[in-house]
Structure formats: structure tokens, C-alpha cells
């Protein structure tokens, strides 16, 4: 990579122009991890920019509630929760930033990240919370018609399947919730799962059997999406028998997992061999001062109380980073 750094790194401090800036602690990505650790580093008077990533909040802000983020026995919905977490990192002096990283280079420190918009961020301490996108079925038609009756989301995308059929692909939490929630607008919500038991837990899998509005085809998976100008039909394999049928749908709401936003960190950062960045039990990645909190970096618990517990922890550990290694005097 040539970030062309050569004028600013022998002068990591603002230039004034507001396109290179100097920053103590530099997070990447706006979900729980990155809001939290914000209002960490904040309180620890560390200045903390926040780059918010193309989705303020990430993927909690498009889930329609929340129901086991402690503190909020009756749920909260999704972006509220993400609203509140970003006004109590400001209230202490976090700045939010909406802005991509583009580049980065942790070559050595001040460690460089230029976003989209131009600017070049020369951080001290980086804690990276980029979090993860859907997975993607990877099926003839499924592009073609993103937008147009094929959804990863449902909150976004549901209001406009009122008394409509839809299918919904996964049998994991996110799949099943998603589906209850898609009860308030569709007129049936099949799920189509590949095995004959869901992986979601046992409270929303219940809840799930036992709505009226709610059918579930066993042993299912989707070979195809057709349709003219929207989906009209997907083409259905039972994975027994290999038997395939057509089955008519204006809606298909995919939820077959995540996968990092990790990219970007490819060849820099150490991780795994699905992209999860591999973080020590003190949210350090291979490179001193660079952190890693939330799905970015957690293949195993992915929820957003601990996530936030992540960013807390990336937060307090960057705070302890700077005090042991300031930057050496130019
Ligand atoms: P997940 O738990 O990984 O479940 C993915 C589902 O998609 C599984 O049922 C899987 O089938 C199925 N699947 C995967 N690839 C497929 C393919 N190519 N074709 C068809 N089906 C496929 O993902 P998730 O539901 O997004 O949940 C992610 C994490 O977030 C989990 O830890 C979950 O507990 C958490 N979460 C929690 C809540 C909550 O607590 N309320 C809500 C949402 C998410 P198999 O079962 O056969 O593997």
C-alpha cells in the first residue's frame, strides 16, 4: 500500500488544513464496540474520534428491539439504544466522524488511516470496530433482486410486504427474530432452514412454532430467485431427496450469518482464517496500541452487551497503552 506519507509523518501533528490530524485514540467503526470504547476513552480525557463507517451504529441500529441489553427490562429498539450509547460518548467528549477508513498503515506509530473524504488520521492508538455484514446466499437472482423483494433487513424493508408472502432463509436467532418481527406486516412468513431443527435459542424458537403467521419448511434450501421486475417465486430443494419445487414469494429476507468487515486490515493484522482479527484477552491485535472489540474480532458471542463489554476493555487497555508508550518528541 502507498498511502504517499512521506511530508506527514515526519510532522504527526495538524497541519491545519483540517486534512491530517493527530489524534490519541482513533476508533473504526460506530456499533456497541465502537461507541463504547469511545466513552471510555473519552472519560479518560483521550479526545477519541469516532469514524463512523457507511452505517451509523452498525447492525443493532437496524434491529427493531433489543430485549437483553440489561437496563431495559421492557427492550429498547435498536437505534434508540445505538442513539443514546453515541449521545453519552459525546456528552464526554467523543467526536463522531461520518467518514470510512480507506486506508490504513500500522507500519509503526503514529499509525496512518486515510478515509474516504481525504482526511489522513496520524493515530496514536487505533481500537478497530468495524463489526461484520450478512452473509450472502450466493444464488442465481439474489443480486439481481436486492432492493427489489430480496432484504437483509428486515426493520428496513418490511413495512412494504403488508399482507404479503415472504420466506425467510436461516435457522439462528437473527433468522427467527427476524421472522416474529415480519409477522407485524406479512401475511405469512415461511422459513426455509437446511436442517430440521433451528439453531436459534429455545425462547425465540418457541415463540417462532407456536405463531399462527409462522411456517417453516424442514430440511429446505433455495436454489433460485425468479421474478419480473420483482421476486415472484423462489426455486426450493428439499436436501433429503434432492426433489425441487417452485414456490411463490414477494419477499425473501436472508439471515445466514455474518461475516467481518475486515478487509481493509488484510496482510497488517493478524486474524483467522474466516477474517476474525485475533485479539489476546486484552483486545490487542498483533501491533502495540491497535485494538480490535466487537464482531470484528468475536467469531463466538456477537451480542451487543458484549461487544460493548470489548470496546469498554480495547478502551481502557489504549488508555494504559499511551500512558506507557508516548509518541517520542519531534
Ligand atoms: P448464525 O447463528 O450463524 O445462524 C445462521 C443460520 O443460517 C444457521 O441456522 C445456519 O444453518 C444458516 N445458514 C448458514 N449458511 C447457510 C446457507 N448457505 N444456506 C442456508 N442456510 C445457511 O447467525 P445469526 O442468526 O445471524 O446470529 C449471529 C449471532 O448473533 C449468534 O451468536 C446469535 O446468537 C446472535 N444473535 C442473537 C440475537 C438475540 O439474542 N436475540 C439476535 C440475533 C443474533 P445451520 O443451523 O444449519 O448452521
Known sequence: MDLNLSSTVSNPSSNGDDQEELVRVLIIGSGPAGLSAALY???????????????????????????????????????????????????????????????????DRPYKVKTQNGKLYLAESVII????????LNVPGENEFTGRGVS??????????KEK?????????SAVEESLFLTRYAENVTIVHRRDELRAGALLSERAKSNP??????????KEISGNGAVQTV?????????????????????????????LFKDQLDMDKNGYLIVDNF??????????????????????????????AAAIQANHFLDENPLPEK
Open 41 to 107: 476513552a473519552a472519560r479518560a480525557d483521550l479526545d477519541p474520534v469516532v469514524l463512523t463507517g457507511m452505517e451509523l451504529g452498525g447492525q443493532v441500529s437496524l434491529t427493531f428491539a433489543v430485549e437483553n441489553y440489561p437496563g431495559f427490562p421492557e427492550g429498547i429498539g435498536g437505534m434508540e439504544l445505538v442513539d443514546l450509547f453515541q449521545k453519552q460518548a459525546q456528552r464526554f467528549g467523543a467526536r463522531i466522524e461520518f467518514d470510512l477508513a480507506a486506508e490504513v498503515d500500522f507500519s
Open 129 to 136: 470496530s468495524t463489526g461484520a455484514s450478512a452473509v450472502h
Open 152 to 161: 437483509y433487513c428486515a426493520t428496513c424493508d418490511g413495512w412494504f410486504f
Open 165 to 173: 408472502e415472504v420466506i425467510v432463509v436461516g435457522g439462528g436467532d
Open 213 to 222: 403467521k409462522i411456517n417453516i419448511f424442514w430440511n429446505t434450501v433455495v
Open 235 to 263: 426455486k426450493l430443494q428439499d436436501t433429503l431427496t434432492g426433489e425441487e419445487r417452485e414456490h411463490e414469494v414477494d419477499g425473501v429476507f436472508i439471515f445466514i450469518g455474518h461475516s467481518p468487515n475486515t478487509s
Open 283 to 312: 483486545m490487542q491485535t498483533n501491533v502495540p496500541g491497535v485494538y480490535a472489540a466487537g464482531e470484528a474480532a468475536d467469531p463466538h458471542f456477537r451480542q451487543v452487551i458484549t461487544s460493548a463489554g470489548m470496546g469498554a
